[in-house]
């Protein structure tokens, strides 16, 4: 599109940017409200504690103050029976601040009762729950409902999350317009909520707390205003609408659907992006196609340098997860067994399982490169694609069918993909055999090496989430990736398994942030305490 084309702002831009311009509206106007004030004197050893636990608890840097909002939650209503709305909600905000999840003076007083409406409305969730019989499970109920309430949480505490929003709205308009889904066995709506998750999770990179979160209110238009009454009125379809949403979650079209969604939607991380930088400066660049192409490009190459930053620190949170685990199950299981049972501590085999899992980390790592001009035109194809109103020509029309493969060849993939198992395992417990490992410090380090792999791909992802052409493969990393798939299997098995039982994070909550934050607390009162009676004996002028 040239400068003297005819070009015309799309209305799914204008109403993203209008979406920036409430937003600043709404920062500008309570400017001179009152905000919420917390004593800081030992915040820096809650903010130091979550750092530490967010380390060993291995997720997305997006997901860490909705995490904790949870947890802080968790903690309050069913560990120290707070039922009071008003002590909850301004012990929730306090521990925010401490952990800075939250600036201090920056959340407005009034916010606190809208606050206080939130969690009376789950406490009540909550409390019915209990009287309630629910084929899912008492404590599966609370666990979803307890997701959808920091979602909530977090929204009403974090304006920029409105934003957010805005763009997955508009993103999945664009989409609308622009693809054919063509898929006879779903429902309009049935298509449609697939492609919301979509984008979500590709986009915004929600987790499944926070997509619930969204499709409830989908259901649920008015969930925001939603009282007492109608929630024990409705209670019984809100059980059952766990299970529609659960099934819309885990469809089978998901992953597919993903997939396909998320090679159209790094540019839109540029756009978003570029209009953060100054949203009143992009509004004038969009009337410019050769400056908005200027501009992508610039906010391209500043996004690439960044990469190497990106998977450093992704690779060091992994391996002090890795580290901290590896390093606690050998003094608990590896250690003992070889002192007790072999009566030979293999020095070697601990080394080379603690040594290993960093070093393929670092090697792996160092093999992602940074996106190409070639990516920066697609990036900016897609962009002008949204920014601009183009003439109507037909959507692209897709499928995410898979042909079937006939009985014979499914059976020799299946086969050969069995073979890929037993070379994979096979060839390397015969080599780690031969250097001396004992049959439990080998499955020690097929543990790790396996984590060591899914953190590794998953660095990679995070690295190259700005690359809309895919990843070019050669022969030997094609010929690698095949034959780690097992491994990757395992990895995700373990994963979820430790996620769960990971007894240095329960040893943390209990046994550490429960004390740590009391005694901020107190602090904190004593502090109060000690600025008034300070104030008292200042004399007042006459």
Not at 25 to 37: C, G
Not at 97 to 113: G, H, L, T
Request: aromatic share 12%; glycine share 4%; net charge neutral.
């Amino acid at each position: 599109m040239s400068e003297k084309e005819d070009f015309q702002i799309s209305d799914e831009t204008e109403r993203l940017i209008n979406s920036y311009k409430e937003e600043w509206l709404y920062i500008d106007r309570t400017k001179s409200e009152a905000k919420f004030h917390v004593s800081q004197i030992l915040s820096p050893l809650a903010f130091f504690y979550e750092r530490i636990r967010n380390a060993l608890d291995y997720k997305g840097d997006h997901l860490m103050r909705r995490n904790a909002i949870e947890r802080i939650l968790r903690r309050q209503i069913w560990e120290k029976r707070t039922g009071n709305p008003s002590v909850l909600s301004e012990t929730l905000l306090k521990e925010l601040i401490w952990a800075r999840y939250e600036k201090n003076d920056y959340v407005p007083k009034k916010k606190i009762q809208i606050l206080e409406v939130v969690v009376r409305k789950y406490l009540k969730i909550f409390q019915r729950l209990e009287t309630v019989k629910s084929e899912k499970g008492l404590q599966e109920c609370k666990d979803w409902f307890m997701g959808v309430f920091s979602s909530e949480v977090e929204e009403l505490l974090e304006p920029s999350i409105f934003l957010k929003e805005s763009l997955n709205y508009e993103v999945f308009s664009w989409f609308k317009e622009n693809y054919d889904w063509q898929e006879h066995n779903l429902s309009d709506k049935d298509r449609d909520i697939q492609i919301f998750i979509a984008i979500h999770r590709s986009l915004t990179k929600s987790d499944k707390a926070g997509v619930r979160y969204r499709l409830l209110k989908v259901y649920y238009p008015n969930w925001d205003e939603i009282d007492d009454i109608e929630i024990m009125k409705s209670f019984a379809s809100l059980i059952n609408l766990i299970d529609e949403i659960e099934e819309k979650l885990n469809s089978l079209y998901q992953p597919r659907l993903f997939r396909f969604i998320q090679r159209q939607l790094p540019a839109f991380l540029i756009l978003k992006e570029m209009i953060d930088e100054d949203f009143e400066e992009a509004e004038k660049i969009f009337q410019s196609p050769k400056k908005l192409e200027n501009k992508i490009t610039e906010v391209c190459n500043k996004k690439y340098s960044q990469i190497g930053t990106r998977i450093r620190t992704g690779i060091i949170r992994s391996i002090i997860y890795i580290f901290m685990t590896k390093a606690l199950l050998a003094l608990m299981i590896e250690i003992p067994y070889e002192l007790f049972v072999t009566k030979d501590l293999n020095f070697a085999s601990l080394s080379i399982n603690v040594l290993f899992p960093p070093t393929l980390m670092f090697l792996v790592g160092m093999t992602i490169r940074k996106p190409g001009d070639e990516n920066t035109q697609r990036i900016i194809q897609i962009i002008k694609s949204f920014v601009y109103e183009h003439k109507k020509t037909g959507r692209y029309e897709f499928s995410l069918e898979r042909k079937k493969l006939g009985g014979l060849v499914s059976q020799i993939f299946l086969v050969l993909y069995l073979l890929m198992f037993l070379i994979t395992f096979g060839g390397i417990g015969l080599i780690l055999l031969d250097l001396g490992f004992n049959l439990l410090s080998a499955g020690m380090f097929f543990i790790f090496l396996s984590l060591v792999l899914l953190f590794v791909y998953r660095v990679r992802y995070t690295a190259t989430e700005l690359n809309v052409q895919g990843e070019r493969e050669g022969f030997l990393s094609h010929l690698f990736s095949n034959f780690t798939i097992p491994l990757l299997n395992l990895g995700q098995v373990i994963s979820n398994g430790f996620r769960k039982l990971n007894f240095i994070l329960l040893f943390m909550d209990f046994l550490i942030e429960v004390p740590l934050k009391s005694i901020i607390a107190i602090f904190e009162e004593w502090s109060m305490f000690m600025r008034e009676k300070r104030e008292e004996v200042i004399e007042i002028p006459n």
